[in-house]
């Protein structure tokens, strides 16, 4: 099928007086930019690793939590993402923001979040969604749908009392960056990159990209 013809022409535009020098400060703008265009999981984020052969893998996930220290998502530490990180914990993420033409490139590494801080945010959670971390055994074969609705109802009936425990196989990691990437589409396709890389006095130095 050809795709010749599949074509968007952006509009915007990215100069440097638009950047904050702080690379997190910029990332807040734009994500409450994607938040107010009521655009779908504007906190997704498609997360890459590397396994242990150095075989690559993208998954998305949901951004949780964000500071100035980096980003904050939760997972199964059995699945295949959590493993490939305890081998190599240099990660990419990606945010896709298309509906405002732009994207985000951050790269860095995925710090264990502590177990008081994952209890923190599990307990926040939706009961059904605690329920579900007990449930999957993320990445690993089922047979059928029906395995996941079975354990479900068991799992619901053994923790018909008081608050679910958090799970032993369940956390989080923070992605904590060493460069960013802002990219806002623009005509004729000369869109507008600007790369925020952390130097050896941990300054943020910025440069503007060829498209």
């Known amino acids: 099928m050809k795709l010749n013809n ?16 702080n690379p997190f ?3 807040d703008h734009w994500f409450n930019d994607a938040r107010g265009a009521k655009l779908l999981e504007p906190n997704a984020m498609v997360l890459a690793t590397v396994d242990g052969q150095g075989c690559p893998a993208q998954r998305n996930v949901l951004l949780k939590h964000y500071d100035n220290k980096g980003f904050v ?4 530490l059995k699945s295949s993402k959590a493993q490939h990180i305890q081998h190599n914990a240099q990660v990419s993420l990606l945010f896709s923001w298309l509906g405002l033409e732009r994207q985000l490139i951050v790269t860095g ?25 007990w449930v999957s055994h993320q990445s690993k074969v089922i047979r059928s749908r029906n395995v996941l609705e079975n354990k479900f109802k068991q799992i619901k009936t053994t923790f018909t009392q008081g608050q679910v425990p958090l799970p032993h196989f369940w956390g989080g990691y923070c992605v904590c960056p060493r460069q960013f990437e802002f990219w806002q589409g623009a005509e004729s396709r000369l869109h507008d990159r600007f790369q925020y890389k952390m130097d050896h006095q941990q300054q943020w130095n910025i440069r503007r990209l060829a498209p």
């Open 6 to 21: 599949l074509r968007q022409d952006y509009q915007g535009q990215l100069d440097l007086s638009d950047l904050h020098a």
């Open 73 to 76: 998502f939760f997972t199964n």
């Open 25 to 27: 400060t910029m990332f």
């Open 109 to 133: 590494e995925a710090i264990p979040l502590s177990r008081l801080k994952t209890l923190g945010y599990f307990l926040q959670r939706p009961r059904n969604s605690q329920l579900g971390a």
